[in-house]
């Protein structure tokens, strides 16, 4: 008995321990983003595009890499969302959790995840130079939607998986084929889909390595889709790259307006969740 209560006080220090050390990186994390970019952040910063001298510390600010973040990562969730939906629906409404390809389809998911981001780049590189396109807007949403496709669909798998067989099999009897079934998980999971969402979005606004070669850069906003486009990312890098202390202490302004940005989107997707979930009928 007193072996069973010295298990469990270890592993509940262990617990603390842990919960203690990630919200201690994340506080830190805040910290150093707040003490080096909160005085650099201005309103011209996020209200303007970069001018003339603005790598050396000059004026202007980072309008175009936060408009070609929001674009890139609007254009890419919902590509991903396109691709992850109908795979998802197929694989727990028409096949069996026995099936190969399922299994096979669920394998390639857990591959993918564990791909690197440069990888995703590289290869979206070399088809773009196959079909002799260059750095674009479409192009990084493209390859940003491949990045975060597996993510996405592997989390709303999982939230379909966990459907009861009793709701799908009383859905059926009532004389509704498997389409017409689909709209009914798809009401039950939606907030899995606002989850799974939310992991993507804040891989995709993230990501630095697949838009370098695929989305490019540019100083200005991004009129077409066959425009480059500036990323908060490669901002960042850019900037952290200067020997100016000014625009180094801009680049975790950068920083800050990317963690406000992730932080804004999941609260409105946690809200969101909450609410369905609590009108949801069940």
Avoid at 35 to 59: C, D, H, N, Q
Avoid at 116 to 128: E, H, N, R
Avoid at 168 to 182: C, I, N, Q, R, Y
């Amino acid at each position: 008995m007193r072996l069973k209560l010295l298990e469990q006080k270890i592993f509940r220090i262990l617990m603390i321990g842990a919960s203690c050390l990630v919200l201690g990186v994340l506080l830190m994390i805040v910290y150093a983003l707040l003490r080096r970019g909160l005085p650099a952040l201005s309103w011209e910063m996020i209200t303007t595009v970069p001018g003339g001298g603005f790598y050396l510390g000059k004026e202007g600010g980072l309008l175009n890499a936060i408009v070609g973040s929001l674009m890139i990562m609007a254009g890419a969730t919902i590509l991903s969302l396109a691709l992850s939906v109908p795979v998802v629906m197929f694989l727990n409404l028409y096949l069996d959790k026995t099936s190969r390809l399922a299994y096979l389809v669920r394998l390639s998911f857990d591959v993918l995840l564990g791909v690197p981001s440069i990888v995703y780049g590289a290869f979206g590189f070399m088809v773009m130079v196959f079909l002799g396109l260059r750095a674009s807007l479409t192009g990084g949403m493209i390859v940003v939607s491949l990045l975060i496709f597996p993510i996405m669909a592997r989390a709303m798998d999982e939230v379909a998986a966990m459907f009861p067989k009793e709701m799908k099999e009383a859905t059926l009897s009532l004389g509704a084929t498997k389409f017409e079934m689909v709209r009914v998980v798809l009401r039950q999971i939606a907030p899995g889909i606002a989850t799974a969402c939310l992991l993507s979005v804040g891989r995709a606004i993230g990501d630095a390595a697949a838009v370098l070669f695929t989305a490019g850069y540019t100083d200005s906003i991004p009129t077409s889709p066959g425009q480059p486009a500036a990323t908060l990312p490669l901002a960042i890098f850019f900037q952290l790259s200067s020997p100016v202390p000014q625009v180094q202490d801009r680049a975790y302004a950068a920083a800050l307006i990317l963690t406000i940005i992730v932080l804004v989107l999941s609260v409105l997707s946690r809200w969101f969740a909450h609410k369905y979930q609590k009108n949801k009928v069940s």
